[in-house]
């Protein structure tokens, strides 16, 4: 597995903690500043930055000239995300050296070309508070998972861009948990499982209902 893959996994499973995080080109993140919280007058400014080096990740902040690696800045966010960094990253230098170097990893392909998937946040980049989160929390999801799960506003809505007239009417349309499953080949694979619907932004419910799924082939 390559470490800038891990680095970048890492960085948005966090970044449900780090305020304003959102990504300004390759490479490049930022929000604001964890250590010194940025300007206490206003709540706009972020200047905290998270860069890449070679092949490692750095933070800089360019208002208390904090200055970590990604390693660094895991720790003072959320230890137990920082543990599970650190195990990811042992277990790829085992596996690597196990296999003399020769080991290769193809990335999911569910966020590559056109999937349907990128218009939808993921739900590690939602806010700690919002109800999908914390449902997500409450069933013991691994936070290192976050990332692969994503946030619908407007389900009927959003599975009508991937199959016109779907749903012919997107009255009573509703926000929705998107889980995708793959392959051994890291396809999406078309599924039926319990579906998760928000009746509201407060009330979260569990229930079985055939809808969409997509494969790489269609």
């Known amino acids: 597995m390559d470490s800038m893959f891990i680095e970048q996994k890492y960085l ?3 970044s449900s903690q780090l305020s304003q995080f959102t990504k300004k080109g390759d490479y490049l ?21 998270v860069f890449r080096k070679e092949q490692k990740l750095l933070y800089r902040c360019h208002n208390c000239s904090k200055g970590t690696t990604l390693q660094g800045l895991l720790k003072h966010i959320d230890v137990n995300i920082y543990k599970d960094y650190i195990f990811e990253q042992f277990k790829k230098d085992r596996v690597n050296k196990e296999l003399d170097g020769k080991l290769t990893f193809t990335q999911p392909n569910f966020m590559k070309g056109s999937s349907p998937l990128k218009s939808l946040k993921k739900i590690s980049q939602l806010r700690h508070d919002h109800p999908v ?3 997500v929390d409450s069933r013991k999801i691994p936070t290192k998972t976050h990332f692969e799960l994503f946030f619908a506003p ?22 929705r948990l998107v889980i995708p499953f793959f392959d051994e080949n890291n396809n ?31």
């Not at 007058?41 to 905290?48: C, H």
Request: with cysteine; hydrophobic share 30%; proline share 6%.
């Open 154 to 175: 407007k389900f009927y809505k959003w599975v009508n861009t991937i199959i016109p007239n779907k749903f012919p009417s997107t009255e009573g349309d509703h926000p």
């Open 29 to 49: 993140w930022n929000f604001r500043c964890p250590y010194c919280g940025d300007s206490h007058k206003s709540k706009i400014k972020a200047r905290g930055y």
């Open 133 to 135: 989160k914390r449902f």
């Open 188 to 218: 999406t694979l078309p599924l039926n499982l319990t579906q998760i619907k928000i009746k509201s932004m407060d009330s979260i419910e569990s229930i079985n209902q055939n809808i969409y799924w997509w494969s790489k082939a269609r």
């Open 12 to 14: 948005l499973i966090a």
